[in-house]
């Protein structure tokens, strides 16, 4: 019978998991998932932006395109509809006082992902810093959001001056379009070269990529 009361006593100490033990598994899964999940969600942030960077980027290809096909002058707009913020291309002239005015049924229209807006300027400080294209060799202040982009009938972009009634190409420089996730946590931007070509790029912290 002894041997019975032993046998039974090391096969309870055997089954289950002690206090102390259940505390430290606990205690690396909240570790592990302190570290996964930030890492998760920037991750997500990233392809989020960079999704909405190639439609703005695509965009900006379609505009140039109806422009020298239609042989007329087309502007990136932006506007915010239902609190989404939405970019539409919009036929015009340079001399046009409103050339954003939204006409309702245009179909060349994005949304923007409800995180995702487009930012008031050009990004200060270093992070993000501005983004700088290399191979520029122009003279002229490169262009940001505080800039209307256009199209010229020979689907060049130019910058839409509608006070002097004017979109001069070739413009001076080049292009580049911030846009920023809520509460910082990301940054994308699409630059768009004197000769109309597009790329994007998205901030990783220390440079665009």
């Known amino acids: 019978m002894t041997a019975n009361i ?3 006593a090391r096969r309870s100490r055997q089954s289950g998991f002690s206090m102390v033990e259940l505390v430290i598994v606990v205690g690396i899964i ?4 302190a570290v996964a999940i930030p890492n998760g969600i920037r991750a997500w942030y990233n392809m989020e932006m960079r999704a909405t960077t190639d439609q703005v980027a ?8 109806e422009a020298a096909k239609s042989n007329a002058y087309y502007a990136l707009c932006y506007r ?5 913020q939405q970019i539409y291309l919009n036929q015009t002239i340079p001399t046009n006082t409103s050339p954003c005015t939204f006409v309702n049924g245009n179909t060349m229209t994005i949304d923007l992902a409800r995180h995702i807006t487009a930012s008031s300027a050009a990004p200060s400080g270093s992070n993000p810093s501005k983004y700088v294209l290399s191979t520029d060799t122009s003279s ?3 262009c940001d959001n505080t800039c ?3 199209f010229s009938p020979r689907g060049l972009p130019c910058k839409l001056d509608t ?4 979109c001069n ?9 911030y846009f920023q996730a809520d509460n910082s946590n990301g940054w994308g931007a699409v630059l768009v070269t004197k000769a109309g070509r597009t790329r994007t790029f998205t901030w990783n912290g220390s440079a665009w990529n």
Request: hydrophobic share 40%; no cysteine.
């Open 163 to 166: 006070s002097a009634g004017a």
């Open 80 to 84: 915010v509809n239902q609190g989404v």
């Open 148 to 150: 209307t982009l256009a």
């Open 58 to 65: 695509s965009l900006m290809q379609r505009g140039r395109l």
């Open 169 to 177: 190409t070739p413009a001076s420089s080049y292009f580049v379009y």
């Open 6 to 8: 032993r046998g039974k």
């Open 140 to 142: 002229g202040t490169p």
């Open 30 to 33: 909240m570790v592990i998932a």
